[in-house]
Nanobody, 119 residues
Framework: QVQLQESGPGLVKASQTLSLTCTVS??????????WNWIRQPPGKGLEWMGV???????YYSPSLKSRTSISRDTSKNQFSLHLSSVTPEDTAVYYC???????????WGQGTQVTVSS
């Protein structure tokens, strides 16, 4: 059973960098054709895809967030991380990590972690 668990601070000050880590168990983040995503949901709004790191280490970002977003991984810990710089209160959201196999849709999700950006 694949499990994903987000971790990181629940409160970040405006202008700082938000960093979250997703720890994966039950599967290696190096498995061919798997991608590892960050998705968020601001209060009262829908899900927003932020970016992805693929099994080969390649990364892709939402155009609207690309200038502020980076995703990295630690293969020794089977983790991948999100870094969002210059945050504002509009970045307040529940942040999720999710896996996807070969464009078949997200198959596993973390439980989500609430991040609040204070002004």
């Amino acid at each position: 059973q694949v499990q994903l668990q987000e971790s990181g601070p629940g409160l970040v000050k405006a202008s700082q960098t938000l960093s979250l880590t997703c720890t994966v168990s039950g599967a290696s983040i190096l498995i061919d054709h798997y991608t590892w995503n960050w998705i968020r949901q601001p209060p009262g709004k829908g899900l927003e895809w932020m970016g992805v790191i693929a099994f080969d280490g390649s990364t892709y970002y939402s155009p609207s967030l690309k200038s502020r977003t980076s995703i990295s991984r630690d293969t020794s810990k089977n983790q991948f991380s999100l870094h969002l710089s210059s945050v504002t209160p509009e970045d307040t959201a529940v942040y999720y990590c999710a896996s996807e196999y070969a464009d078949d849709g997200y198959d596993y999700w973390g439980q989500g972690t609430q991040v609040t950006v204070s002004s």
